[in-house]
């Protein structure tokens, strides 16, 4: 069962409602007493959809929603997100790869929605929307892995703007799919000669399978490109969520299905992926 503030396993100020159809999650309770956060109460989801803005009397409300099925979560998350827009609760939502379009389509991309998350994403999502210091997390490499997304994206991003504005000599052939697709699969080769994980760079595979995905015309959703960036879906969440941000990428809803979001390169990111490549085949 989730301890609540009357259990002396928590003493810390801050408070979590949590809405969840299951009675236990040992791996969200070690994540709340890394956080310092104690349980508040836990409510089914049934039981929430239609009261959400109710119980949004605590610091947090975590919607654990990984089992939810669609009739169920498509309301809940609705009412979600009208409480994270109008600014009347912090919410951290977990959901399954097969529910992360759904999920993304009404909460956007960011780092308090959560799929499939390991012990320290959970604990490190939780302080963060506690706005407290990452260090009091027990695992501080995710620290320090946090603070390399931003300087590893602002490197590829300067040396992709160098590179579109470089014109010092003929560009060579525009780089076809099959180019791109060459440059993946070589990426993940690498893992058949050298230990698995040693060069991680989702940020970068995300952006070729985006180039190579324009170039053959199709389209591809947000669990579609967590599975292409080869890391853990959070993980891979985070990463978008910086690309977006750096104007790098778009999301834009399926016409059809509204529950599927497509991302899609931005003008300037396209422009930006066009020069590197070029000047690559020069």
Known sequence: MFGTDSDTTYQRSLRALIVSDSAQDPELEEALRLAGVSVASVVSIEDAIGRLDSLAYTDLLLLECSDTPSPLLDPLLREAAGLIASGDAVIITTVSLK???????????SSRLLCQPSLDERATAILEASQRELSRVHDTSREGRLRQVGQDLRRISETLAGLAHERGGPAGPPATAADVRAILRARRMRDEFFPAGLF????????????????????????ALCIASAVPATTALRWLEIL???????????????????????????????????????
């Open 200 to 223: 991680p760079d989702p940020a970068w595979d995300m952006l070729l399978d985006l180039y190579a995905t324009h170039l053959e015309e199709a389209k591809v959703t947000v669990s």
């Open 244 to 282: 977006e941000s750096e104007g790098l990428v778009v999301r834009n809803p399926d016409t059809k299905d509204r529950r599927r979001i497509h991302v899609s390169l931005s003008d300037d990111g396209l422009a930006r992926m066009r020069d590197y490549l070029a000047a690559g085949i020069r």
């Open 99 to 109: 529910q992360l379009d759904l999920a993304s389509d009404h909460l956007g991309v």
